[in-house]
């Protein structure tokens, strides 16, 4: 039964959007996950989606799919960029990756209207500022 499987706590891992130069220099968003851990995280798995309404009528992105074989611990990872058209959205990464042969899987969702400037703090590890989901 469902119930009877044991699911554990996802901690010390964090997803957080953040603006910084592209390859031509221009501000742009980026998605990262960050590993607080002091091991690693293998066989990652992220799939990111938006979804929500714009103006009256309802949205959904196309849903994408990354794939991490290792992020060691202490560390962090660009996921994806995510444009500012989307941020109207509530964007939805789901995480799942093992420890130890253990599989741990967690949804972070930044809500609609929540990746913006006024909402950054202090990113773990990183040594930057953006939103971030703990």
């Not at 851990?37 to 949205?59: H, T, Y």
């Not at 941020?87 to 741990?104: A, E």
Request: proline residues 4%.
């Amino acid at each position: 039964m469902k119930k009877d499987i044991e699911q554990p706590r996802v901690e010390g891992v964090s997803m957080a959007v953040l603006r910084e130069p592209d390859p031509d220099g221009e501000q742009a968003w980026y998605v990262y996950l960050i590993n607080e851990k002091d091991v690693a995280l293998e066989n990652v798995l992220v799939s990111s989606r938006g979804f929500g309404e714009i103006d009256g009528e309802q949205r959904a992105t196309s849903e994408m799919r990354h794939h991490l074989e290792r992020l060691g611990p202490k560390s962090w990872a660009r996921i994806e960029r995510i444009v500012e058209e989307v941020f109207p959205l509530s964007n939805q990464y789901w995480l799942s990756f093992y420890v130890g042969g253990v599989i741990y899987d967690r949804r972070y969702i930044f809500l609609a209207g929540s990746i913006d400037e006024a909402n950054f703090t202090r990113l773990p590890l990183m040594n930057t500022r953006g939103v971030l989901i703990q």
